[in-house]
């Protein structure tokens, strides 16, 4: 969690700029080179974005159903959105179009899982970028960590390419996690299996998802651009260097860093994190509640003998 929060707050100065507008990676930090335009000046460094609030919604949620609800992470979004719920300082600087149009229509009274544009237009990474904690809480198979994947991106993201990409990314996330030694080829496997009863599923995945081009990698908000930037970004061996080159993709910066980042945190651990990063991340308490809590469910149980 602490690497997609990094990753999400270090990308924000440079979000909308084209790949060939940003400074050299080595200068890329929480505060961009004097006479860089940065995107969001009124927002401190080392703020995350809409991505990491959601994020943190998703897992505090979790934590306190027991269970995927929609209707709770629903009434979550909502109350990011109109209270800064889960944004650092309360301030939210940053709401997706799509996203912002399921939350309405939530407000309306819409069912959660209906709420979710379902258009081809409307696939952008709103839904992938949050669902991470998915992947760090649940502990069902692969096939429902799969469904709660999708069912959580249809609260604010309905069409079928979303929901699957979110589902790779939690498949890939817990591989990753169990030290596999292809992660994203044992991810993609895994869902083939899962979908193939399910032809429009598979047909999706098969000719929408898996045949994107690492060359046509922009870090663009297109969910699947933004999964296989991802992706290539982790081909690079440290932390530092995958977010790095996750943001030199320009353009959706904070979003492209965020959910790369969290799968090199969970590759390489807080250690490999730079620590100014980790020390000025803002915000940082709230997610370390959340994670404490969630280490605390996951622990084993001792209990006494009789």
Same mark, same amino acid.
């Given at each position: ?101 399921? %939350?309405?229509? +939530?407000?309306? $009274?819409? =069912? ?6 379902? #258009?081809?237009?409307?696939? /952008?990474n709103g839904s992938l970028m949050r ?65 193939a009863s399910e032809i429009p599923a ?41 977010? %790095?080159?996750? +943001?030199?993709? $320009?353009? =959706? ?6 959910? #790369?980042?969290?799968?090199? /945190? ?41």
């Amino acid at each position: 969690m602490i690497g997609l929060c990094v990753g999400d707050a270090l990308g924000v100065p440079y979000e909308f700029h084209a790949a060939n507008e940003l400074p050299p990676q080595e200068d890329i930090e929480y505060s961009p080179p004097d006479g860089f335009n940065r995107a969001h000046p009124g927002v401190q460094p080392g703020t995350w974005s809409d991505d990491s609030a959601q994020a943190l919604c998703l897992l505090a949620s979790l934590l306190h159903c027991g269970k995927f609800d929609a209707s709770d992470l629903a009434m979550r979004l909502v109350n990011w959105r109109d209270s800064g719920y889960m944004a650092v300082d309360a301030k939210v600087f940053d709401v997706g179009i799509t996203t912002n149009r399921a %939350l309405s229509r +939530i407000r309306r $009274g819409f =069912d959660p899982l209906e709420a979710g544009p379902s #258009a081809e237009s409307d696939n /952008g990474n709103g839904s992938l970028m949050r669902v991470l904690p998915l992947a760090l809480w649940h502990k069902g198979t692969d096939g429902e960590l799969a469904r709660d994947a999708r069912l959580q991106s249809r609260v604010t993201h309905g069409h079928l390419r979303s929901q699957l990409c979110c589902a790779l990314y939690c498949l890939w996330a817990r591989r990753t996690l169990e030290n596999s030694p292809s992660p994203w080829d044992m991810a993609v496997a895994s869902l083939r299996e899962i979908v193939a009863s399910e032809i429009p599923a598979l047909a999706e995945l098969e000719s929408s998802i898996l045949t994107f081009k690492p060359e046509s990698a922009g870090g663009s908000g297109y969910v699947v651009d933004c999964l296989m930037s991802s992706r290539c970004a982790m081909q690079q061996m440290s932390y530092k260097d995958v977010v %790095l080159t996750a +943001i030199a993709f $320009g353009n =959706d910066t904070d979003t492209t860093a965020c959910v #790369a980042g969290g799968i090199a /945190g969970l590759r390489g651990g807080l250690s490999e994190i730079p620590l100014h990063w980790q020390e000025r991340l803002r915000g940082r308490n709230i997610v370390e509640e959340l994670t404490n809590a969630l280490l605390a469910r996951s622990a084993p149980q001792v209990h006494p003998k009789h």
